[in-house]
């Protein structure tokens, strides 16, 4: 049956995880971290700080999602200036900029913890005025603070195969070298200028919510004209389109599977930024508008939770 399938891509997702991450070594910083977003990606990126030894101090909105990491070794802050007042280093990685802004400049949020020395790390993907808010505030109580979003959904979070996008404070980079070996398979320093890492996760994902957007078209389009989408499934994963995105997305419509590796709502907010960016340079990106409205509607049909993969129900409408 169809659900066989899916079993066998997790056991072979599970198997090549311990792979891989059984394959690195990292020797562990000494310095304290502190960890903020316990969501699809932030759980990934502390069981590999956890994994290869990290001290880790781990806070999120929903504190029972905070158990099974403190049963794994990490501590828990009672609230985001707890986490930063007692570590060196905190990430964050959470949904959007009303989420950044909330842990950031809320009670007890991270500035209300920040004083000099503290070094403040931003894993979010957010525009660019919020990422620069934080900047400022942070330096201006003395703290030092890096961009580093990232490009990769679940899986890749959970194996340690992040692409890690950084920009800002170079000695926290540096300083975050242990941890970025754990969370990636690469991390880029891309200047001192803040903004620069977002600039490129932005294109980054409005390349792939197009090619995303496009599958889902052509999978409603094959379905409407008689084409067997197991068959059509296949034959993607033979040809020269065969990718990581291509291969798991297809098979995900193809089984009706939409849990969550890349939620669709965090997709529509990629595109709906990268168009912003767009407009600041007056670069016409007529595709990612295109994309952006089909992600749009199946937000509107209640697919905003679900993978990116159900925008092929706004495709198929
Ligand atoms: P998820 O799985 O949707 O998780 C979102 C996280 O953000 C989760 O920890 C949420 O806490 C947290 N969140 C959302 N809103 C708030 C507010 N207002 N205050 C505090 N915390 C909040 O996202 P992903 O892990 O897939 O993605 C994270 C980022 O990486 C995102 O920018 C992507 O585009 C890339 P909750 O558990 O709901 O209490």
Redesign the pocket.
């Known amino acids: 049956g169809l659900g066989d399938v899916s079993t066998k891509l997790e056991e072979y997702d599970e198997a090549e995880s311990e792979e891989k991450i059984s394959g690195k070594t990292v020797i562990p910083t000494p310095l304290r971290i502190g960890f903020?977003?316990?969501?699809?990606?932030?759980?990934g990126m502390v069981m590999n700080l956890l994994r290869s030894g990290h001290e880790v101090t781990v806070w999120?909105?929903?504190a029972t999602?905070c158990r099974e990491f403190v049963k794994a070794g990490a501590l828990k802050g009672n609230n985001p200036a707890d986490v930063v007042q007692s570590c060196d280093i905190t990430f964050t990685?959470?949904?959007?900029s009303?989420?950044v802004r909330?842990?950031m400049f809320?009670n007890m949020g991270v500035l209300d913890g920040i004083s000099k020395g503290k070094c403040y790390v931003e894993?979010?993907?957010?525009d660019e005025e919020t990422v620069q808010d934080v900047a400022d505030a942070i330096m201006a109580r003395g703290g030092a603070f890096l961009e580093a979003?990232?490009c990769g959904?679940?899986v890749p979070?959970l194996e340690g195969q992040l692409l890690i996008l950084s920009s800002g404070d170079r000695k926290l980079f540096d300083d975050c070298y242990s941890c970025f070996e754990a969370m990636g398979k690469k991390s880029f320093y891309l200047g001192n200028e803040v903004g620069t890492a977002t600039r490129m996760k932005l294109i980054h994902?409005m390349i792939l919510g197009n090619i995303v957007a496009s599958l889902g078209e052509g999978m409603a389009l094959a379905e409407k004209v008689g084409i067997d989408l197991e068959d059509f499934s296949e034959v993607l994963s033979l040809g020269s389109l065969a990718c990581r995105t291509i291969n798991h997305k297809s098979q995900a419509i193809l089984n009706g599977r939409y849990e969550?590796h890349?939620?669709l709502?965090?997709q529509q907010?990629?595109l709906r930024l990268v168009l912003g960016l767009g407009d600041s340079v007056e670069q016409p990106l007529h595709l990612a508008a295109a994309a952006n409205e089909l992600f749009k509607k199946a937000r509107r049909m209640g697919y905003g939770?679900a993978d990116v993969a159900a925008v092929f129900k706004a495709a198929n409408e």
């Open positions: 903020l977003g316990l969501g699809i990606m932030g759980q999120n909105r929903t999602k990685c959470v949904a959007d009303t989420a909330d842990i809320g894993m979010s993907t957010v979003p990232v959904s679940r979070a994902n969550a890349f939620p709502q965090h907010k990629d939770d």
